[in-house]
Structures are given as C-alpha cells and as structure tokens.
C-alpha cells in the first residue's frame, strides 16, 4: 500500500479546481439532492435510504478497483455539483483520500466507512495504522455504514429525516434477512473445506463473520504485488490442506489465481477455479447482483455451493442469475 508524498499539492490543485467549478457553476441547492459516492456499494446505500429524495451517482462502476481509481476532470465536476459526497474511507480509495480530506475542508464530504467501531476493524500486519476496509463483506457491518449514510443525508436535508430514518430501518430489516440466510447456507460447507482462496484479501471479514479460513494472493490493496515466494506459499497450502476450489474477482485480473492453479497441478492437486465474486464492486447497474443485497448473496451462494455445502442455485431470493 504505497504513500505518495507528492499527492498533497496534488489535492490542494484538484481541490482548488473543484471549488471553482462550483463557485462558477452557481448552483443553487433544490430538491432532489445531487448525491455523489465513490463506490458502487455506497451508492446503492444512498439509494436505498434517500429514495426518491435523492439523484445518487457513483464514480466507480462495475469491476473498477478502487485502490487505484484516480478522479477524472468530469469526477471533479461531479464532486463540484454535489449536495452530498460520500467516500468509504479506510484508505480504500488510497489515490483519492488527499483530495477528499482537502475537499471535506470547503464541501460537504463525509467518510461512512469510519463510522464502523474501531474495535471491530480488522488490522493487518502488513500495513502499520491502517485497517481492512472491506467491511461490506460482512452484512453486520454493513450496517454501520447504512446508518451514516442515513446521518449524512438528514444532516444535508433535515426535512427528509422521517423518510430516511424509515428506508434505512427498511434496507436494515432486509440485510438482517440476508444474514440469517447466509449464516444457514455457509454452516453445511464441510469443516475441511472451510477455506477461501482469492485473488487479493478482501474477504477478511466474510470470513470472521462466517467461519472461514482467508487466503489472498495479494494483500488487502490490489497496489500489493504477488511475489513468486507468496504464490509458492499457496501452492503449499493447496496441496496441503487439499483444496479443490479457489477463485477470482470481477475488478482484480485473474493471472495470478491462473499461476495458482498450474503450481498446484504440477504437484498432483486438481484445482478448479469456482466461480467470480464480487470483491470491490458490484454488478452491472439494473441487475440484482447490481444491489448490495444480490453481491452479498451471489458471493456467499457461489462460495457455498463451490466448497461443497448447499444452497439453492437462486440464492437468498431465488433473484440470482442462473449460472452466476
């Protein structure tokens, strides 16, 4: 997870840029809101709460990675245009994070990722002061996160607060439904087969909450590089522990999880690959893998079903795409 020391004057620039686009533009603040997020996940919060008090747009799109994701002049005219922006925080948008806490200055920028109690954040040993941001891989968490949105929203527009309080009570009732759901089907996968093998560790969390065994080829920041010892690592731990199943994720390539797979038949242990899962974006936009709700539930069904436990090929809500 690099740092650049250069980014700084780099954000006051973009910051100072954004700030006169805005001032410029003369916007007038009027029902809906303009609400802006960085990721898929927490625009699709937004929605969820604000309904139709709310136009929400997301910078990042289906398979784009956020820990390398740079804005984009049309990002900056966004960001310039919004009532409310929303970033995850965490150091999950590590080229961003200068320019949002300089934007936050002079906007109203809020970080719902930080709302999540420290003493729930997973650390990592590789990254001295920083945590895990993947905390949408487990739904409870999540929830955290539905909630500082909602804040956020009311805070931006106080007239809206009953219709917030009550959508994110709604989406809340509706994730708790889901992690009953997967709290069922992930139980019946067997004990030795209890392990997650992925492109970088972003399931961290789903395996806290889950009773898995995380492994990630790269760290936590896809800016991590695999090196030939961590894919050797691996390959021992395949074909020690037998595992028959790993798999790759929408917004990171798959070369490495490839490497993975052609080390450990050189040593005898057949290895296929299990299927995609949603890592650090959602689906396409208009799908139900394009919802929080249908990521979390094509992820835990395909992971239960490829590491030999059952649950129905429809998923939660019998909504997910067939072969997905």
Request: hydrophobic fraction near 45%.
């Given at each position: 997870?690099?740092f650049?020391?250069?980014?700084r004057?780099?954000?006051?620039?973009?910051?100072?840029?954004?700030?006169?686009?805005?001032?410029?533009?003369?916007?007038?603040?009027?029902?809906?809101l303009?609400?802006?997020?960085?990721?898929?996940?927490?625009?699709?919060?937004?929605?969820?709460?604000?309904?139709?008090?709310?136009?929400?747009?997301?910078?990042?799109?289906?398979?784009?990675?956020?820990?390398?994701?740079?804005?984009?002049?049309?990002?900056?005219?966004?960001l310039?245009?919004?009532?409310?922006?929303?970033w995850?925080?965490?150091?999950l948008?590590?080229?961003?994070?200068?320019?949002?806490?300089?934007?936050?200055?002079?906007?109203?920028?809020?970080?719902?990722?930080?709302?999540?109690?420290?003493?729930?954040?997973?650390?990592?040993?590789?990254?001295?002061?920083?945590?895990?941001?993947?905390?949408?891989?487990?739904?409870?968490?999540?929830?955290?996160?539905?909630?500082?949105?909602?804040?956020?929203?009311?805070?931006?527009?106080?007239?809206?607060?009953?219709?917030?309080?009550?959508?994110?009570?709604a989406h809340?009732a509706?994730?708790?439904?889901?992690?009953?759901?997967?709290?069922?089907?992930?139980?019946?996968?067997?004990?030795?087969?209890?392990?997650?093998?992925?492109?970088?560790?972003?399931?961290?969390?789903?395996?806290?909450?889950?009773?898995?065994?995380?492994?990630?080829?790269?760290?936590?920041?896809?800016?991590?590089?695999?090196?030939?010892?961590?894919?050797?690592?691996?390959?021992?731990?395949?074909?020690?522990r037998?595992?028959?199943?790993?798999?790759?994720?929408?917004?990171?390539?798959?070369?490495?999880?490839?490497?993975?797979?052609?080390?450990?038949?050189?040593?005898?242990?057949?290895?296929?690959?299990?299927?995609?899962?949603?890592?650090?974006?959602m689906?396409?936009?208009?799908?139900?893998?394009?919802?929080?709700?249908?990521?979390?539930?094509?992820?835990?069904?395909?992971?239960t079903?490829?590491?030999?436990?059952?649950?129905?090929?429809?998923?939660?809500?019998?909504?997910?795409?067939?072969?997905?």
């Amino acid at each position: 997870m690099p740092f650049f020391p250069t980014a700084r004057p780099i954000a006051r620039y973009l910051v100072a840029l954004a700030f006169a686009l805005f001032v410029g533009a003369g916007v007038a603040h009027a029902k809906p809101l303009n609400v802006v997020a960085t990721t898929s996940m927490i625009a699709d919060a937004a929605r969820q709460v604000a309904g139709d008090r709310a136009e929400v747009t997301a910078l990042m799109g289906p398979g784009v990675d956020p820990h390398s994701y740079r804005q984009t002049r049309s990002d900056i005219a966004a960001l310039a245009r919004a009532d409310l922006v929303l970033w995850h925080g965490l150091y999950l948008e590590a080229q961003l994070e200068e320019f949002f806490l300089d934007l936050g200055k002079r906007r109203n920028v809020v970080a719902v990722g930080e709302a999540v109690a420290r003493e729930k954040l997973l650390s990592h040993a590789d990254y001295e002061g920083r945590f895990d941001p993947h905390v949408w891989m487990d739904p409870k968490l999540w929830e955290t996160v539905v909630y500082a949105v909602r804040d956020a929203l009311i805070k931006t527009d106080p007239d809206g607060e009953a219709t917030y309080n009550a959508n994110a009570d709604a989406h809340v009732a509706e994730i708790e439904k889901l992690v009953d759901y997967m709290t069922s089907v992930t139980a019946t996968v067997p004990k030795q087969s209890r392990v997650l093998l992925t492109a970088h560790d972003a399931f961290s969390y789903f395996g806290r909450g889950y009773d898995f065994d995380v492994l990630g080829i790269q760290g936590i920041s896809t800016e991590s590089e695999a090196g030939l010892r961590r894919v050797e690592e691996l390959v021992d731990t395949i074909v020690e522990r037998k595992i028959s199943a790993v798999f790759v994720e929408s917004s990171v390539p798959e070369r490495n999880v490839r490497a993975l797979i052609e080390g450990a038949s050189a040593r005898g242990q057949d290895v296929t690959i299990g299927g995609t899962l949603y890592s650090d974006a959602m689906g396409e936009p208009g799908t139900y893998e394009g919802t929080y709700i249908g990521m979390i539930d094509h992820n835990a069904t395909l992971i239960t079903r490829a590491l030999g436990g059952d649950a129905p090929e429809g998923g939660f809500q019998g909504k997910l795409a067939a072969g997905s």
